[in-house]
């Protein structure tokens, strides 16, 4: 199987090309990183401006996503790329859509938190929110830092580490549901905040596919709909 070789090609242009891509796709990707934060402390502190910022910010998110994925295109007419080089056109693809998505998900929380803003704040019901969206805010900066590096096995880490969020998840909806059957008057609250919790479940998943696609593009091994074992056996054992 080919190596991994980028930046190595006889035209410096599509050294350029390809390097130009990549950096959009971390700028991107800190963009998006910053929505989960602004959209999570919005929810978080009550912060009806700072979640309408987050809102209007989608637009850039979805802009970034349309000119990566033409940028992509006018390579592969232009290049017709072969072996590694396909595979991080690919790759680049599939981790903006899931970028993409990753922001769509901040936008609802940024949503749930304009419209939170204005009920009762009992002290302390966020706090578990704000801790699971730090760590999905890290699982997407690990990714990425991922995708940078070329690093198969921090991206298998970071992918082990969406099994932690689904508990999380799973912990959270029945102490939610809890909640309001022993309080019907928080049910409106709860719901919003269920909503919010399950955003910060499908970003980790998000994150996880972003890490697939890394270990696709190190070492061409498609390790999605696989067990977390399986993948493992890939990145540490990889077939030639």
């Given at each position: 199987m080919d190596k991994l070789s980028i930046n190595t090609h006889i035209s410096r242009q599509f050294n350029a090309e390809l390097e130009d891509i990549r950096q959009h796709v971390l700028t991107m990707g800190g963009l998006v990183e910053e929505q989960i934060s602004d959209a999570v402390k919005a929810l978080v502190d009550g912060d009806g401006a700072l979640g309408e910022e987050v809102i209007t910010r989608d637009a850039e998110v979805n802009r970034m996503e349309v000119f990566i994925?033409?940028?992509?295109?006018?390579?592969?007419?232009?290049?017709?790329?072969?072996?590694?080089?396909?595979?991080?056109?690919v790759a680049v693809i599939k981790t903006i859509t899931d970028l993409e998505?990753?922001?769509?998900?901040?936008?609802?929380i940024a949503r749930m938190g304009v419209h939170l803003a204005s009920q009762d704040r009992p002290q302390g019901a966020y706090a578990e929110l704000a801790q699971l969206g730090s760590y999905v805010r890290n699982m997407v900066h690990g990714a990425l830092d991922a995708f940078a590096r070329l690093d198969a096995g921090n991206a298998l880490e970071i992918a082990k580490s969406d099994?932690?969020?689904?508990?999380?998840?799973?912990?959270?909806?029945?102490?939610?549901?809890?909640?309001?059957?022993?309080?019907?008057?928080?049910?409106?609250?709860?719901?919003d905040i269920l909503w919010s919790v399950r955003a910060l479940e499908r970003i980790g998943d998000h994150s996880r596919n972003i890490c697939e696609y890394v270990i696709y593009l190190v070492h061409g091994k498609d390790v999605r709909h696989i067990t977390l074992e399986e993948m493992e056996k890939e990145v540490r054992n990889p077939r030639q």
């Open positions: 994925d033409e940028a992509c295109s006018h390579i592969l007419v232009r290049r017709q790329p072969t072996a590694s080089d396909l595979r991080l056109i998505r990753i922001g769509d998900e901040a936008e609802k099994e932690h969020v689904d508990r999380k998840y799973e912990a959270m909806m029945r102490q939610s549901i809890t909640f309001m059957m022993e309080d019907p008057r928080t049910i409106r609250r709860m719901l």
